[in-house]
């Protein structure tokens, strides 16, 4: 049972896990949900350098709570506010929810601008059916000649976290390419989180490693070799809940919290965010 202490006062800055409470999902499930923190691969296993300690947490770049009310979605460290659009907005109540028809959150472009390796963590809740759903979606599509900030079509690199796919292992999964479709790097996994709770998932590129790893409540569900640096994907596209590519659905469902790190955080690390769960400011 770890909590999480995060500062907020700069970026990089290393935080301590101290024990403390435990994410009410862990209590009855154990830290790892439905593949389990003692599963095949380990919680601790892949997805990371390794060069962080598992007691220590570096604080994210961005941070998005999802607190406050309108269509603003603050970052509360990095200032790269994002906005709703769709119609959706902000209650007041600590989380966004999305309706699954045109909802989706616009974060500005550039987030992975200049980093070799990434951790993106979101925790959600899904409510919404259908194939490749965007819970994460960084990168840029095309639909002619000239790529435009703000417009979908095919994917040409993207750093996604989508909860189905249609293939016969179709849960949640991420995927990373730099050349659309046929550089894709694929992880799939069996959980579609369609259990109506709160799931922690997180997509690790370790540029180091040339790695990427998915991991869902703490624990590691895959890993694979990827051929292309983190900076072949031009996040000009930075979207919660749509897609790059226009035949996508959106996302259903609700955002507690989204970080993102500069690390590749090793999976211990991961697991101790799951079970200390979601801050609050």
Known sequence: MIALLLGLSGCGADVEIAVGRMNPASAASGSG???GSGGEAGSGGGGGTGTIPCDVLPSPIHRYTFDGVGDV?????GGADGVILGGASLDGGGGLTLDGEDDYVDLPAGLLAGLSDV????????????????IVDFGLATGGEDPVEG????????LVITPS????????SALASDSGVRGEVAIHAEPTLEDGEVHQVAVVFDGAAATL????????????AVGFPLSGIQDVNNWLGRSQFDADPYFGGRYDELRIYREALAGCAIEAAWNAGPDRP
């Open 213 to 224: 790893a998915l991991y869902l409540d703490g624990a590691l569900l895959g890993s694979d």
């Open 33 to 35: 949900g439905e593949a």
């Open 119 to 134: 951790t993106v963590m979101v925790w959600v809740v899904r409510d919404r059916g259908g194939a490749y759903l965007r």
């Open 151 to 158: 417009e979908g079509g095919v994917g040409t690199s993207y």
């Open 165 to 172: 796919t249609g293939f016969e292992v179709r849960g949640v």
């Open 73 to 77: 979605v603050a970052d509360l460290i």
